[in-house]
């Protein structure tokens, strides 16, 4: 079974630019989740899916960050305009509603630096 | 809120020691509670303990549930250098689309 793909693995941009991660979850998860993890920090969510749909946004900054799940399959995150602080590693997770309940798939993961 | 506490932040140990990772938690309607490793980028799944399953083992990993105390640890025992990680805690509350609370993670550093 393939895992969760993420790309691009690294990027680097300056503030003010934009960016935008992309995030393929395992066949057939319904949820897909993206979390920020800041250096030194657990895994923070900041979207939560559910097929096309938004659970939970609840920790999103909305003025800057946007993603969306079109067609209930890949998942785009984006940024813009990036902030130092938007340094972190982004990763995608995702979870089978028919599977065990909370447990989640990770992908590798993107690491965003902002100069 | 949901909060999840883990001790201690970080860990040295040489190879063959025995370690005991702690997790603690505040979580409405606690439903999950899931020990994951974390090395270079991506997190591994390890164990998830339920009310229904408060024991878990595998190889030389273990971990235990204690829901009045609201905790949980994770032992590893006989310690080698590829167990060296990020031990991330989180917990997950009733409902379907409940979300994961993770703790800040324990860094272990298994010397040779």
């Known amino acids: 079974e393939a895992g969760v793909a993420q790309s691009p693995r690294y990027k680097i941009i300056e503030k003010r630019q934009s960016v935008a991660f992309w995030c393929n979850p395992i066949s057939g998860h319904a949820t897909l989740y993206w979390y920020q993890q800041i250096l030194g920090q657990g895994p923070k969510l900041l979207i939560q899916?559910?097929?096309?749909?938004?659970?939970?946004d609840s920790q999103l900054p909305k003025d800057r960050f946007s993603a969306e799940r079109l067609k209930g399959v890949d998942s785009t995150l984006k940024i813009q305009p990036a902030k130092l602080e938007d340094s972190a590693v982004y990763l995608c997770a995702s979870s089978s509603r028919q599977g065990r309940h909370n447990e989640q798939f990770f992908g590798p993961g993107t690491r965003l630096t902002v100069l | 809120e949901d909060k999840v506490v883990q001790s201690p932040l970080s860990l040295v140990v040489h190879e063959g020691d025995t370690v005991t990772l702690n997790c603690s938690y505040e979580?409405?309607?606690?439903?999950?509670l899931l020990w994951y490793k974390q090395e270079k980028k991506a997190p591994t799944f390890l164990f998830m303990l339920t009310s229904s399953g408060i024991e878990k083992k595998s190889g030389r990993l273990s971990s235990i549930l204690d829901k009045k105390e609201l905790s949980s640890i994770l032992n590893i025992t006989a310690t080698q250098t590829g167990d060296s990680a990020i031990y991330l805690c989180?917990?997950?509350?009733?409902?379907?689309?409940?979300?994961?609370?993770f703790g800040k993670g324990i860094t272990l550093s298994v010397r040779p």
């Open positions: 899916f559910q097929n096309n749909g938004v659970v939970d």
């Open positions: 989180a917990v997950g509350g009733a409902g379907a689309n409940s979300k994961l609370t």
């Open positions: 979580v409405t309607n606690f439903r999950s």
